[in-house]
């Protein structure tokens, strides 16, 4: 055989070799349990102190990874509720609003370097609670949510720059109310800006994944934060329902489903409250085929299998450029393959639990829909857990645009592959969608990125990047994604009113 010929066959066999051989595994790395305390029961935290609900009825919250028990928290009633409004309004009429801005921030520093002094902890439970992959919650959940309390803690006393000629008054008393994708992040996002401006807060957690809140919880208790200045409250739809309807609440945060946002939407029609929802999302990531395709590859799969899918900016909807479609499509199967699926506190691991039994059935219904709509469906061969919920890593090809996979959120580790032949083709189906949170382009050419960018209608748009997050940069949507900013500057906003 001739030299070239020869070494051609030995490469061959190496990959196959290196694709098959199990003793590529990688040995497990489990990080330690025992590093992170978890009561039994939870309370609510209402002005300071935790005290149970009204009904003392209590709920339990499990590892999605393994269906265990790992806590019960108090379910909140609407006199609960109300109690923690009175307790915000009091700590807002007769001490927040009233302390000098400085002095407001240095409890939002000394918040921010208390989570990052329980880094360790608070990753260990995030991914307990919600099965992502303790990877994910140690390197960027956790130092996310310090760093957005250490950038709203710089603000608290420059309103006057951040708006000049203008004056800057809070609003009164902010309800928030968060998911379980990134329960601690968005637990900062949303305190951190609220607090920051002089408001006082009432939080109410996702029904799966309270801990991390409840742990935050704590720190501010340690922190010496004045009581009623946030109250931590846990229950489910109906405790976030009461949250809305509340007459004595000023401003509603939002960030969850498109359907509950508009439900949002119609309870405070006619009231003076003001609102930012944050909420679904169908990301189109588009592959010119002047892309570094190795990298838009990587691109693609953080962006979709990042947190199991579970991110309502996720990529799920890729668009590829007929010339390159065979190979990136080859390629991003043969990555899937190496995904690590399993164990969340294993710090290999890429892909961990689905956060509940009832998403792991949406994810499901989804899958069916695909296969019955024509698409064509390829899934890792990795093997699952016995316990726990899990999905493999999928993508769908013979996608067509009209396709509910291609329409729908599905929140899911579940890529849909759609292709393309020009830009004006591109633009037209990555526009055509009822959402409009972000996107992503990969090209090597500056120029289109900036034509791109210019033409999509998301929120943000990552430019050979994807799921880039910062305290200083602003995010939100356009159409069913929701309105108003979080994050930067733009963030501060909601939280204000501006007086000439
Ligand atoms: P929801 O919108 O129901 O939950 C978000 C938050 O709102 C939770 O704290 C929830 O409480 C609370 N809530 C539920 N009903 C009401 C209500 N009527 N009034 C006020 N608050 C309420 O999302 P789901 O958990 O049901 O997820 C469903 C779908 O939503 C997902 O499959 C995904 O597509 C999308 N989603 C999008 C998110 C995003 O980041 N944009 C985040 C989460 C979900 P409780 O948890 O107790 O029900």
Not at 1 to 9: D, E, I, L, R, V
Not at 269 to 297: H, M, R, S, W, Y
Request: net charge positive.
């Amino acid at each position: 055989m001739p030299a070239t010929k020869q070494k051609k066959a030995v490469r061959k066999s190496n990959i196959v070799k290196l694709k098959f051989d199990t003793s590529w595994a990688y040995d497990p790395a489990p990080e330690s349990k025992s590093a992170a305390t978890i009561k039994e029961r939870y309370d609510l935290f209402i002005d300071g102190k935790w005290q149970p609900s009204s009904n003392k009825k209590y709920f339990a919250t499990i590892n999605p990874a393994t269906e265990g028990k790992l806590s019960e928290v108090a379910e909140a009633t609407e006199a609960d509720v109300d109690k923690a409004v009175k307790a915000a309004r009091h700590a807002y009429e007769s001490v927040w609003k009233k302390m000098p801005a400085k002095e407001r921030g240095k409890y939002i520093f000394r918040i921010a370097r208390m989570i990052q002094e329980k880094a360790r902890e608070l990753a260990i439970i995030e991914s307990l609670d919600g099965g992502k992959p303790i990877r994910e919650s140690r390197d960027f959940d956790v130092p996310t949510a310090a760093n957005h309390f250490f950038y709203y803690a710089g603000w608290a006393d420059k309103l006057e720059y951040a708006f000049p000629n203008r004056t800057a008054e809070p609003l009164g008393v902010a309800g928030q109310i968060i998911p379980w994708n990134f329960p601690l992040l968005m637990a900062a996002w949303k305190i951190a800006p609220a607090i920051a401006t002089g408001n006082t807060v009432v939080l109410k957690p996702a029904e799966t994944t309270p801990l991390t809140a409840l742990k935050l919880a704590e720190i501010i208790e340690e922190s010496d934060l004045p009581p009623g200045v946030v109250n931590i409250i846990t229950g489910a739809g109906a405790t976030g329902a009461a949250i809305v309807n509340h007459p004595d609440i000023n401003k509603i945060a939002f960030t969850g489903s498109t359907d509950v946002g508009k439900i949002i939407q119609r309870a405070i029609a006619g009231t003076d409250k003001k609102a930012t929802l944050e909420l679904g999302g169908k990301a189109a990531n588009i592959i010119f085929e002047d892309a570094p395709l190795d990298q838009a590859v990587e691109g693609v799969i953080i962006g979709i299998y990042f947190n199991q899918g579970h991110v309502c900016c996720a990529g799920s909807r890729l668009y590829v450029q007929e010339s390159v479609a065979k190979q990136v499509i080859r390629k991003l199967k043969d990555r899937i393959e190496s995904l690590i699926v399993g164990d969340p506190m294993d710090k290999n691991t890429d892909i961990g639990a689905i956060n509940s039994k009832q998403q792991l059935e949406t994810i499901h219904k989804y899958l069916k829909i695909g296969k019955q709509e024509g698409a064509e469906m390829y899934q890792s061969s990795c093997l699952l857990p016995g316990k726990g919920f899990w999905c493999r890593p999928t993508l769908f090809t013979n996608v067509a645009q009209s396709n509910r996979i291609a329409q729908e959120e599905i929140f899911g580790p579940v890529l849909s592959v759609l292709t393309f032949r020009t830009d004006d083709e591109v633009i037209e189906k990555a526009n055509n969608s009822p959402y409009g949170l972000s996107a992503g382009v990969w090209t090597d050419k500056g120029s289109k990125i900036f034509n791109m960018t210019k033409r999509m209608r998301a929120g943000v748009v990552w430019a050979n990047t994807f799921n880039k997050f910062d305290p200083t940069s602003p995010f939100g949507g356009y159409k069913e994604s929701g309105f108003g900013r979080e994050g930067g500057l733009h963030g501060l906003l909601p939280y204000l009113a501006l007086k000439a």
